[in-house]
């Protein structure tokens, strides 16, 4: 296949002569160069179809290990070390998501994104093949490593290619496959680790496996398709000061994230990783402030108001999303029995509201250019959402589970593409890669704190609400006459409950499997009191979207440009090399001017030298007033 540059902005035209810049000022569209051409809106969707697998990989395993990890860990004998298998994911990938932005616009995409997708099926060969939770912890860490890449340059190659108004249209695509992915996750993870074994192999390893293919034909269809111009050779300088100093300050922090509940918040681990961490932000802003232009995250990007209004509503996008949603399966499972798989067949219909949010969000962006509605309005149903959400009960029908689901997916679908293409029509091109991965980078920290809240918030309530369910139980009928039943006395299963009720210590939540096996008057109280912990970390969330709102609100609509990435880093490049050579030009005319005047300072003294010379009588050796002959 010949070389060609991705840089056709509309698919069924030909770029404008004009475009509008962030500003709004008119902006030449670049000439095709030499040799080159425009991809074809087929080439377009081939080319996304080969980056679309590497996020729905990177999206299915931020999930798929969740319901697969009691079986791994009980095969590995280690499952008190589970959690170290999800947080070494999530410190790698969080932390490598700039990095592969910065780079990438320094070095160029399509190197980092083959590096990222290699990493990922490295990391997934590995996993399958560990032999204990330390291994696999170590190679989901490696799997994290690509994984960092993989969303982020996606979205950032889909700018190189699409302009800002029709690449609304193709971020759909992404958007759904992001959602599907999530929301299937649980169910693969659920169907691999409830199977013995698949081709002679333990069909919980297939969990990590399954990536391999997909990830190779990944591989081989970008390495194909893909061809971007190469970038200009400017002398940078990479910023390992500051790559060092984000690893110090967001290590500790991700890690008492995931870790704190079960450490203390207040614990010595704690208080150290807190330490250490604000020691790192302190760190990693001199670091950023030293290396200037060439920093990982250039500080003078948040000068720009779409950039900084947009990190912090992604932030608290985040928050709201994960951390409402991380309970929702809780809810699912435990008060009402579901298993991991089916619970994740019920949260399908949230990947019916992205994707009909998603679709006619970009839809509309491409006809009319506005933007800014969907992320307001998508906030706000994510609001509502959450606030539905909040009045669940272990008796709550399924059918007003499932609208509320399209409520908040609809949330989702509008709210997650405008912000993102907002920040990348914001930002110059040279910035894009950047500017797309903190987007993103927010919005996982966000995500991760959230988590880590809500959860808390959930397991520090959940024990009092249980308890006064059973004080509201006790003065029931039914509660007392199971109490007085002998067959429930006698079930085994009923003994911990009916030991608390005579005295005895509260069974564990630590393993709440034991509530779906007791009798349905006695796990009343407990899946009563689980539902209110619920429905209180789900109006927690409603009140941090309205934070969402404000800061949509605030996000500056500009013009969206009608030229893509690649066009605009181009007439950027060929700006500035017009702009140095009228400088060199005005300086050559000023050498030039110069050395005229040199010349002709040069050419009046040597003519009054001469005039002087004539003056003098050579007869009277220069003598003034002697006579002549």
């Known amino acids: 296949m010949s070389s060609r540059t991705d840089q056709q902005s509309t698919p069924e035209a030909s770029p404008p002569a004009a475009s509008r810049d962030a500003s709004g000022a008119a902006s030449p569209a670049s000439p095709q160069p030499a040799g080159l051409h425009a991809p074809s809106h087929r080439e377009i969707l081939t080319i996304i179809g080969g980056l679309m697998i590497g996020m729905f990989l990177a999206a299915l395993d931020q999930t798929v290990v969740a319901t697969a990890i009691r079986t791994i860990g009980d095969d590995l004998h280690g499952l008190s070390l589970q959690a170290w298998v999800t947080t070494a994911y999530l410190l790698t990938s969080t932390i490598a998501t700039p990095l592969y932005g910065k780079l990438s616009d320094i070095y160029g995409r399509k190197p980092f994104y083959m590096t990222a997708?290699?990493?990922?099926?490295?990391?997934?060969?590995?996993?399958?093949?560990?032999?204990?939770?330390?291994?696999?912890?170590?190679?989901?860490?490696?799997?994290?490593?690509?994984?960092?890449?993989?969303?982020?340059?996606?979205?950032?190659?889909?700018?190189?290619?699409?302009?800002?108004?029709?690449?609304?249209?193709?971020?759909?695509?992404?958007?759904?496959?992001?959602?599907?992915?999530?929301?299937?996750?649980?169910?693969?993870?659920?169907?691999?680790?409830?199977?013995?074994?698949?081709?002679?192999?333990?069909?919980?390893?297939?969990?990590?496996?399954?990536?391999?293919?997909?990830?190779?034909?990944?591989?081989?269809?970008?390495?194909?398709?893909?061809?971007?111009?190469?970038?200009?050779?400017?002398?940078?300088?990479?910023?390992?000061?500051?790559?060092?100093?984000?690893?110090?300050?967001?290590?500790?922090?991700?890690?008492?994230?995931?870790?704190?509940?079960?450490?203390?918040?207040?614990?010595?681990?704690?208080?150290?990783?807190?330490?250490?961490?604000?020691?790192?932000?302190?760190?990693?802003?001199?670091?950023?402030?030293?290396?200037?232009?060439?920093?990982?995250?250039?500080?003078?990007?948040?000068?720009?108001?779409?950039?900084?209004?947009?990190?912090?509503?992604?932030?608290?996008?985040?928050?709201?999303?994960?951390?409402?949603?991380?309970?929702?399966?809780?809810?699912?499972?435990?008060?009402?029995?579901?298993?991991?798989?089916?619970?994740?067949?019920?949260?399908?219909?949230?990947?019916?509201?992205?994707?009909?949010?998603?679709?006619?969000?970009?839809?509309?962006?491409?006809?009319?250019?506005?933007?800014?509605?969907?992320?307001?309005?998508?906030?706000?149903?994510?609001?509502?959402?959450?606030l539905l959400f909040s009045r669940l009960d272990p008796s709550t029908p399924m059918a007003q589970f499932f609208t509320y689901s399209v409520v908040f997916g609809l949330g989702l679908g509008f709210v997650m593409q405008p912000l993102v293409l907002a920040v990348q029509n914001a930002v110059p091109a040279k910035d894009m890669g950047v500017a797309t991965s903190s987007s993103l980078f927010f919005r996982q920290m966000g995500g991760t704190l959230g988590t880590a809240v809500f959860l808390s918030v959930l397991f520090s309530t959940v024990g009092d609400n249980i308890a006064t369910a059973f004080r509201a139980a006790v003065k029931t009928p039914s509660f007392l006459a199971a109490v007085a039943d002998p067959a429930v006395a006698a079930n085994p299963a009923n003994a911990a409950v009916i030991g608390m009720l005579k005295g005895g210590p509260a069974p564990s939540l630590d393993d709440s499997a034991f509530i779906n096996a007791l009798d349905p008057r006695l796990a009343q109280p407990f899946l009563v009191g689980f539902s209110q912990s619920v429905d209180k970390v789900l109006l927690l969330a409603a009140i941090v979207m309205v934070a969402g709102i404000v800061l949509t609100l605030l996000v500056p609509e500009l013009p969206l440009r009608n030229v893509s990435g690649i066009q605009s880093r181009q007439a950027d490049e060929r700006a500035h090399d017009e702009r140095t050579a009228a400088a060199d030009e005005r300086a050559s005319d000023e050498r030039t001017a110069s050395a005229d005047e040199r010349s002709a300072g040069a050419r009046v003294a040597g003519e009054r030298s001469a005039d002087v010379k004539v003056a003098v009588n050579p007869a009277t050796d220069g003598q003034p007033g002697a006579a002549t002959d």
């Open 117 to 386: 997708i290699g990493l990922f099926v490295v990391g997934s060969v590995l996993s399958g093949m560990a032999g204990s939770m330390y291994q696999l912890a170590l190679a989901r860490g490696l799997q994290g490593l690509g994984a960092g890449g993989l969303m982020s340059l996606a979205i950032t190659i889909l700018g190189d290619l699409v302009a800002p108004r029709e690449r609304a249209r193709y971020q759909a695509y992404f958007l759904a496959v992001w959602g599907t992915s999530s929301v299937l996750g649980p169910v693969i993870g659920g169907f691999f680790a409830g199977t013995p074994h698949i081709l002679g192999i333990t069909g919980w390893r297939w969990v990590f496996l399954v990536n391999v293919p997909l990830g190779l034909v990944g591989i081989a269809v970008i390495w194909r398709v893909l061809h971007l111009p190469p970038l200009r050779k400017v002398e940078h300088r990479i910023d390992w000061p500051g790559a060092l100093a984000l690893i110090v300050a967001l290590v500790p922090l991700l890690l008492v994230a995931e870790q704190g509940r079960a450490w203390g918040w207040g614990s010595g681990h704690a208080l150290l990783c807190y330490t250490i961490g604000v020691v790192g932000i302190g760190l990693f802003l001199a670091a950023e402030t030293r290396a200037g232009a060439d920093a990982i995250l250039p500080l003078y990007m948040f000068r720009n108001r779409t950039f900084s209004v947009g990190a912090g509503a992604n932030a608290v996008i985040g928050l709201g999303m994960f951390g409402g949603l991380a309970t929702l399966p809780l809810y699912l499972q435990i008060v009402r029995g579901l298993s991991p798989t089916k619970a994740g067949l019920v949260l399908i219909p949230f990947t019916v509201g992205i994707m009909t949010a998603s679709i006619a969000s970009g839809q509309t962006t491409a006809r009319t250019g506005r933007y800014k509605v969907f992320p307001v309005g998508g906030t706000v149903l994510m609001g509502i959402g959450a």
